[in-house]
């Protein structure tokens, strides 16, 4: 029974996202080559160049879902990949935990048009970048599937192995597979039809597939970071070399960070409690130890490169070396009525961190170079970040999208959901949101998928 992982990496990967139904066919429903000003909206806010949606025809109750999670299964995560001129995402219908006839649909990122549509069945899991122009994913009746870009043609190429993850980063394919509850595991890098053309590793470590993570292979922070339970792997790109290993304990997870680097808390032996952190280079040396008890858990790290510091704990760290540099209080949250200190830092862009504090509704920009606060607000309003275009932040709530200077914290702009659509449940928030310039946005909810670009003034 080899069905197991493949539910465990989609509930892993569900976003909390609680969505309404609709029909079944994507359907263009705005000009395709109109950017309108959206009411009510800044100037400086994009405006609304196309809204594709799943309602109008047949399959009633179909819902966008992300590709990343696979089809097995209702993951609630909506959201598509970027496949840069075409959007590809998956349309089923939710049915008691699974997805009901899923297919993957193409979509125009300029015009929203629906560019083709292909059945999609009982996938594990997709790459979350395209191969060679295809999208690449693997399957439950042991096969990898390709779906081309611009067709939505499917390639299979059938194997012997027991895929359980897949990652993908410019022109290859990493694959997982093997039996995890007997530690026999193998990481290859190929292509879609040469899946082990590269090389294979074999990696003495396992877990039991209830504990498999969605995210076991991680290749996008400049080393490959292998983790199955409490055992975590590093290992060379290029090579599959393994380069070092380590464990975590208890119920805290180890994070790969930009430079190859890997961030790995440590515990009491109950592993409940936080005791401080370990930084961990490519090597597999301990540059870096801090003894506080707080962690930062980063949605989205984008650092300019490795001269902005990491941060380990309540501080930051020279990326390179090690070294502390600098100590923010504005890095730990300490609720009045408890005793527990939790970490604020939800995202780095360039050199600044965003930092949240639900306990006093605050939200601060820091400057990672020297750690000194740039700005704070008050405010209830605190939202999920999605993204950047390399100027301003965007985040998400259930009212609406809105962006901020993260050096400032002045808000650029404000997007009620309601000002794009009346209909209450046609865009729904804490969806997936894929930056392509400044001002250009596509944004993806589980009933609707809009695009945004800049206003010509």
């Known amino acids: 029974m080899r069905t197991i992982p493949g539910l465990r990496n989609l509930v892993l990967a569900a976003a909390a996202a609680v969505v309404a139904t609709a029909g079944a066919v994507v359907v263009l429903s705005q000009p395709e080559d109109t950017t309108r000003k959206i009411t009510g909206t800044a100037d400086s806010a994009p405006g609304l160049a196309w809204s594709t949606s799943a309602a109008g025809f047949g399959r009633a109750g179909a819902e966008f879902r992300d590709p990343r999670a696979g089809t097995e299964f209702e993951t609630y995560g909506t959201g598509f990949v970027d496949g840069g001129d075409t959007l590809v995402t998956v349309l089923g219908v939710p049915d008691d935990g699974y997805l009901r006839d899923p297919v993957l649909v193409g979509i125009d990122a300029d015009t929203g048009a629906k560019r083709w549509q292909t059945p999609a069945a ?25 779906y081309d870009l611009t067709t939505g043609d499917a390639t299979r190429t059938p194997t012997k192995w027991f895929p359980f993850a ?14 995890v509850e007997s530690d026999d595991v193998r990481v ?21 597939w209830e504990e498999l993570p ?6 996008s922070h400049g080393q490959g970071v292998f983790t199955l339970g409490a055992d975590i792997a590093g290992f060379d790109l ?10 975590q304990r208890g119920y805290s997870d180890a994070g790969a960070t930009s430079g190859a680097l890997l961030v790995r808390p440590r515990t009491e032996w109950g592993g409940h409690e936080i005791t401080g952190s370990d930084l961990i280079d490519r090597t597999g040396r301990t540059i870096a130890t801090s003894n506080s008890t707080v962690t930062q858990t980063l949605s989205i790290d984008l650092p300019t490169d490795d001269t902005v510091p990491v941060l380990l704990g309540d501080s930051g760290y020279d990326r ?6 600098w100590t923010s209080s504005d890095l730990i949250s300490a609720p009045r009525e408890t005793d527990a200190t939790t970490g604020t830092a939800v995202a780095i862009f360039s050199d600044v961190a965003l930092l949240q504090d639900t306990d006093a509704h605050t939200t601060t920009g820091l ?12 405010t209830t309003r605190l939202g999920m970040i999605l993204g950047w275009d390399g100027h301003t932040v965007v985040l998400s709530d259930y009212t609406g999208l809105w962006a901020i200077a993260p050096r400032t914290g002045a808000i ?8 794009v659509n009346t209909d209450a449940e046609a865009l729904t928030g804490f969806g997936q949101l894929a930056a392509h310039g400044r001002g250009h946005y596509t944004y993806a909810s589980a009933r609707t998928i809009i695009g945004l670009r800049p206003l010509k003034h």
């Open 122 to 146: 009982d996938l594990t899991g997709c790459g979350s970048t395209p191969v060679d122009g295809q999208v690449v994913c693997f399957s439950s009746d042991r096969a990898f599937v390709g």
């Open 166 to 179: 897949i990652a993908t980063l410019d022109d290859r394919v990493y694959v997982a597979e093997g039996d």
């Open 188 to 208: 290859h890098a190929g292509t879609l039809a040469d899946p082990d053309a590269y090389w294979s590793r074999a990696f003495d470590m396992g877990t039991s």
């Open 214 to 219: 969605f995210d076991a292979l991680d290749v």
């Open 238 to 247: 290029a090579s599959g070399k393994p380069t070092w290993t380590t464990t």
């Open 320 to 325: 390179r070396t090690g070294s502390l540099l």
């Open 367 to 378: 400057d990672l170079r020297t750690g000194h606060r740039l700005w704070r607000t008050d």
């Open 412 to 419: 650029s702009w404000d997007i009620p959901f309601l000002a």
